[in-house]
């Protein structure tokens, strides 16, 4: 026995020489890690038996068998090969159930192999959320194919953003030359000939697609493009119906559906017997409306009421509602109004339109305003009453995606239930904006394909009208402010002090800030003026970056810039923060001998 003792003491002591270590710590750890190995080894045991995975007891057996030898690689010499072996498989082990792990709680293919798919990435739709998406896929290195049923460019390039601009360019120019006296020169009435107007708003988007939306740019990428209409057989599975009556069946790992929206039109008593526009035809219009009656106060009605009153329209515009442009800031929409009466639109607001009729190339719109029935009349009669989203036919049931009639239902990240289909743009139904349909492709496709937990930025959405003055809101409105019960300040400044819109005859507007009184944060901007959709966009970086309307103010900006404006109105902010007891304190430390400025007035604008 002692001998035995006397031989586990010389072994154990001889350790310490042999490897170049204390004995005492390997010891300890080559007896302290006994414990640890056994309930591994148990837990192997039980996976084993009850079929569950071994690869996590596994390595844990291994690392607390091998744990003293751990400590020689770090501390010792002369490790025995076997113990370097051990450590590349436990290395190697670990690695790969971390890989296993990460793709099983990523997994998108419902278990199939990702080579059984055809595509990495097929997109639904090519108008502006669909072109980005394709467009980031492939640069992305994912086999995709983008299909599109009519026109490459969607809504934004063909029936809304672009014409609609350009119409109210042609109504802004026709209108400057009507208001020139205003600049020292002789008013004029100019002579429009409409056919040539709506040609040159047909030359503007075809330069557009030729620009940024023809096939060619996205085939040049690798895209596989295909004109033709697509439908869900399952999750991984769609159907296109080429215009040649063939059909084609495609698989994919990702879906994006970028289907977009089209008009909406409420079911009006008469409606379908009324030959009605809406923006589906209103661009391809050949004679200039006399009369035109719009049903619609929204960005679209507004925008469209200018450009064709601009043109030499008369136009009515009706709505429900008693304001214009519901969702922005009405203390701004008001200043639009007000400049829309002037330059000759009329309005019936807060009237409930009971039915439509044409008899004689002439359209009736009969509505009731406070219990009194009326009619008004029209030769054409546009219906900018909203938008739905283009469902039909995308076969959603078949692939088990969830909807309502107000889009497809997505998470913050636009994915859809289904993990591997995303829902992008306004068949989302939810911000039927061209920059919010890139953003969300953005977003649906980081997410997708790399995995990065990218979120839809809710917090600074961006929105515009383009009438003249433009109206343009960033983050917060007040009214959600207020409902939230969040305490701040709000900073006004009108163009009649931002000497460039003095200088340009465009001194109508105001910008006006929701921020914090002493941080000076920014939780949102509303502007109504020219040029208001570029000083939101001066806002919105403020916002997104932590930008403090103090760094705004000491921000230096050109003059006479549009963008002085903004740090003008920034200036507000220090304005606020001036206090009487705060001059007397200077006075007294600096020994200054003035008057103590009345501050009383908190709006005062300087
Ligand atoms: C008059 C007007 C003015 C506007 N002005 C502005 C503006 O100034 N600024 C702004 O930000 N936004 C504006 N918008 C909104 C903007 O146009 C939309 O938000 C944007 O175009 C949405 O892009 P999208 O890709 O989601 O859809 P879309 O552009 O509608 O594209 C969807 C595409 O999918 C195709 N498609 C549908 N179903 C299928 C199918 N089953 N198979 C294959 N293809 C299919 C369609 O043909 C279409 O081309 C305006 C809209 C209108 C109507």
């Not at 004995?23 to 750890?29: D, E, R």
């Not at 006006?512 to 003026?529: D, R």
């Not at 007294?588 to 005062?604: L, N, T, V």
Request: charged letters at 25%.
């Amino acid at each position: 026995m002692t001998e035995f003792l006397e031989m586990t003491k010389d072994w154990f002591l001889g350790l310490g020489e042999q490897y170049g270590v204390n004995p005492l710590i390997f010891g300890s750890i080559y007896v302290g890690a006994i414990p640890f190995f056994t309930v591994s080894l148990g837990w192997l045991v039980k996976n084993y038996r009850k079929g569950k995975s071994i690869v996590v007891p596994a390595l844990s057996t291994t690392f607390f068998f091998i744990s003293a030898y751990l400590y020689l690689i770090i501390a010792g010499k002369n490790v025995p090969w076997w113990v370097y072996g051990v450590v590349v498989l436990l290395v190697a082990g670990g690695a790969y159930s971390t890989i296993q792990k990460i793709r099983k709680r990523v997994d998108d293919t419902d278990g199939e192999s990702t080579g059984n798919f055809e595509f990495d990435s097929v997109v639904i739709g090519g108008g502006a959320a669909g072109l980005t998406a394709s467009g980031i896929c492939a640069n992305f290195g994912a086999k995709t194919m983008m299909i599109e049923r009519h026109r490459l460019g969607g809504d934004c390039t063909w029936t809304g953003c672009v014409p609609s601009k350009v119409l109210l360019k042609a109504g802004k120019v026709a209108q400057q030359v009507r208001d020139a006296g205003k600049y020292g020169l002789i008013d004029a009435e100019p002579e429009i000939d409409f056919k040539k107007v709506i040609t040159h708003v047909d030359k503007v988007r075809k330069e557009v697609y030729e620009d940024a939306d023809r096939p060619e740019i996205f085939e040049e990428m690798g895209i596989e493009v295909v004109e033709g209409e697509a439908s869900f057989l399952n999750a991984h599975t769609i159907e296109i119906k080429l215009p040649n009556g063939e059909k084609r069946k495609v698989t994919s790992r990702f879906f994006f559906i970028a289907a977009g929206g089209s008009a909406f039109v409420p079911p009006i008593d008469g409606i379908e017997s009324v030959d009605y526009l809406t923006n589906d035809s209103l661009f391809e219009v050949e004679d200039l409306p006399e009369e035109l009656l719009i049903i619609g106060g929204g960005p679209i009605g507004t925008e469209m009421s200018q450009a064709f009153t601009n043109l030499g329209s008369k136009v009515t515009v009706i709505d429900m509602a008693d304001k214009i442009m519901m969702n922005d800031d009405p203390e701004l929409t008001d200043i639009l109004f007000g400049e829309l009466k002037r330059q000759g639109v009329s309005y019936e607001l807060g009237a409930s339109v009971k039915s439509v009729s044409q008899n004689d190339g002439r359209v009736s719109v009969q509505i009731e305003i406070d219990g009194e029935e009326k009619t008004v009349t029209g030769d054409k009669l546009l219906m900018a009453t909203g938008r739905k989203p283009n469902l039909d036919g995308l076969g959603l049931n078949e692939a088990g995606i969830e909807y309502t009639k107000k889009g497809i239902t997505i998470n913050n990240s636009c994915r859809t239930n289904k993990k591997n289909i995303y829902a992008i743009g306004d068949i989302a139904g939810k911000y039927q904006f061209t920059h919010m349909s890139e953003h969300m492709a953005k977003v649906a496709t980081s997410r997708a394909m790399l995995k990065i937990p990218m979120k839809m930025d809710l917090k600074h959405i961006t929105w515009a009208t383009f009438t003249s003055p433009e109206v343009a809101h960033v983050g917060a409105t007040e009214k959600e402010l207020n409902e939230r019960g969040e305490k701040f300040e709000i900073y006004r400044f009108p163009y009649s002090k931002i000497d460039r819109a003095v200088t340009e005859g465009e001194s109508v507007g105001m910008i006006k800030i929701f921020g914090k009184k002493f941080s000076g944060k920014i939780l949102g901007a509303s502007v109504v003026g020219a040029h208001a959709g570029e000083f939101i966009s001066e806002y919105a970086v403020a916002m997104k970056n932590g930008v403090s309307l103090r760094n705004i103010a000491d921000t230096i900006h050109p003059y006479p810039s549009w963008g002085l404006g903004a740090r003008r109105a920034a200036d507000q902010w220090y304005i606020r923060n001036q206090s009487a007891g705060t001059v007397k304190w200077i006075k007294r430390i600096f020994g200054y001998k003035g008057e103590i400025p009345d501050y009383s007035d908190e709006d005062r604008v300087v």
